[in-house]
């Protein structure tokens, strides 16, 4: 564990539910609201909801297992979690790995956060606002990026207990409450059948290879398993608390609030906009919905209140991104963390202008190329998503399996899994066992092999 001069400045949850309404937060973002109903839509409805489950629970959990043992076992940020248990500086370059994704991903993520402020006012005031003109405005963009990004600052100062756990019980909980009314608002629309059934009715035949990977790849960046989140996380849990209870707990709020969010998208769309195609992308949510929102009676109020859901999920995951890199400068360095809290959040504050500005057809970061691997990524928006959001965060998950379950004793982080948690065994322990060791690798592996083009196509 950390020594105990760093602890007070490292802090720890104060409950089980603290843990479990933080790591929540950090699981549900805009991954679950903005990019889970777009991907379904393009990806089939029904059919890709079906696998994503399937993903989730037998991939994302055992996996999230994984992390929050390896944390809590090490009492470490990622780096130091795999140096305490044993492992070397090239399995430590993980930990490394962790940083870097938490880091790139609060700078570009917090871009998207900016856009949800805006529509919260633009709502309220019923202003039509022109999505594409919008995100090509850095003089709106840029400040209401900054604005996110130092309310997240400001709440990763006060600490575990005082800042993260405090603010992850207020919002979560108001979270839930306006995904659930207007997922019944949306469903209780005249026209929304056809919706609900577009969505919750699979067509099996649309299953194939590529919904597969991307419902995995869904899964992955829902649950934040890869960023070291739940690792830093669980270094924070006391020895007494339940792991696979409050990982279950985590994973079922993460599925509900996904799940609730195409109920708030589908049935809505049809009834409303029932020419337009489901498949719009990832404008679906900035582009599609305010006009949805206009239809219904009363809508600048649910329009504000879904754009307020927005920026609370968004924060709750950023809140976690920013604790990772951090808690590393309060392990290793012996920094307080008021000067940790202030580098990395301005640092990421001047990182996230290439984002803001990737927008604007013409610029410089808009006309950035890569080729990563035979993909052709474009835009400085574009080549961090998809290196940290998705490449690097998938290829973590698979060196901490390898990890935990090849290089180190997995009999010993099974263990760990069973403080707290005595029904911990028998074939329960033996299960988890086999899909770390077995699973996990084998799958993660075939993603891995389809994203940089082995299986004849790319998935993002």
Same mark, same amino acid.
């Given at each position: 564990m950390a020594d105990s001069s760093n602890t007070e400045e490292r802090g720890q949850f104060g409950s089980s539910l603290g843990f479990i309404m933080a790591a929540a937060g950090s699981a549900i973002g805009l991954g679950n609201i903005w990019r889970f109903p777009y991907l379904t839509g393009e990806n089939g409805g029904g059919a890709f909801v079906f696998v994503y489950i399937l993903c989730v629970l037998l991939i994302g959990l055992p996996l999230l297992f994984n992390e929050?043992?390896?944390?809590?076992?090490?009492?470490?940020?990622?780096?130091?979690?795999?140096?305490?248990?044993?492992?070397?500086?090239?399995?430590?370059?993980?930990?490394?790995?962790?940083?870097?994704?938490?880091?790139?991903?609060?700078s570009y993520y917090s871009v998207i956060a900016g856009w949800t402020i805006a529509y919260i006012f633009t709502e309220l005031v019923n202003i039509?606002?022109?999505?594409?003109?919008?995100?090509?405005?850095?003089?709106?963009?840029?400040? +209401?990026?900054? #604005?996110?990004?130092?309310?997240? !600052?400001? =709440?990763?100062?006060?600490? %575990?207990?005082?800042?993260?756990?405090?603010?992850?019980?207020? +919002?979560?909980? #108001?979270?839930?409450?306006?995904? !659930?009314? =207007?997922?019944?608002?949306? %469903?209780?629309l005249e026209g929304a059948q056809a919706g609900i059934e577009y969505y919750l009715s699979p067509d099996f035949s649309k299953i194939n290879s590529r919904v597969v990977m991307i419902a995995m790849g869904q899964a992955f960046f829902s649950l934040g398993v890869g960023w070291g989140l739940m690792i830093t996380f669980g270094s924070y849990l006391d020895k007494k608390s339940n792991i696979i209870q409050a990982a279950s707990w985590i994973v079922g709020m993460d599925t509900m609030v996904a799940l609730l969010a195409g109920l708030m998208v589908f049935p809505s769309l049809f009834a409303l906009l029932p020419g337009k195609d489901p498949a719009s992308g990832p404008a679906l949510v900035f582009d599609v919905l305010p006009r949805v929102?206009?239809?219904m009676p009363g809508g600048n109020f649910i329009g504000a209140l879904f754009f307020i859901l927005l920026m609370v999920a968004?924060?709750?995951?950023?809140?976690?991104?920013?604790?990772?890199?951090?808690?590393?400068?309060?392990?290793?360095?012996?920094?307080?963390?008021?000067?940790?809290?202030?580098?990395?959040?301005?640092?990421?504050?001047?990182?996230?202008?290439p984002s803001a500005l990737s927008s604007i057809e013409g610029n410089f970061f808009?006309?950035?190329?890569?080729?990563f691997l035979g993909h052709e990524l474009i835009g400085f928006f574009g080549i961090m998503d998809f290196t940290f959001g998705t490449f690097s965060g998938i290829v973590i998950c698979l060196v901490l399996a390898l990890y935990t379950g090849w290089a180190q004793r997995i009999s010993v982080f099974a263990e760990e899994l069973t403080h707290g948690a005595p029904n911990f065994k028998g074939m329960y322990r033996v299960g988890w066992v086999f899909f770390i060791k077995w699973v996990c690798p084998i799958v993660i592996s075939l993603i891995i092999l389809d994203l940089v083009g082995v299986f004849g196509g790319s998935t993002v």
């Open positions: 929050i043992a390896l944390g809590r076992k090490s009492g470490k940020n990622p780096i130091g979690a795999i140096r305490d248990t044993g492992g070397s500086k090239l399995w430590q370059i993980a930990g490394f790995m962790c940083l870097a994704v938490c880091f790139f991903v609060f039509q606002v022109d999505f594409q003109e919008f995100i090509k405005t850095p003089l709106y963009v840029i400040p +209401l990026t900054f #604005l996110f990004m130092l309310a997240t !600052i400001l =709440i990763v100062l006060g600490g %575990v207990s005082g800042g993260i756990e405090k603010a992850s019980k207020v +919002l979560m909980p #108001l979270l839930f409450i306006i995904v !659930i009314f =207007i997922a019944a608002r949306s %469903v209780t929102f206009d239809a968004a924060l709750t995951s950023t809140i976690s991104m920013l604790e990772v890199p951090v808690s590393y400068l309060i392990d290793e360095k012996k920094w307080n963390r008021k000067r940790a809290t202030w580098t990395v959040g301005i640092a990421a504050m001047i990182l996230s202008v808009a006309d950035m190329r890569l080729n």
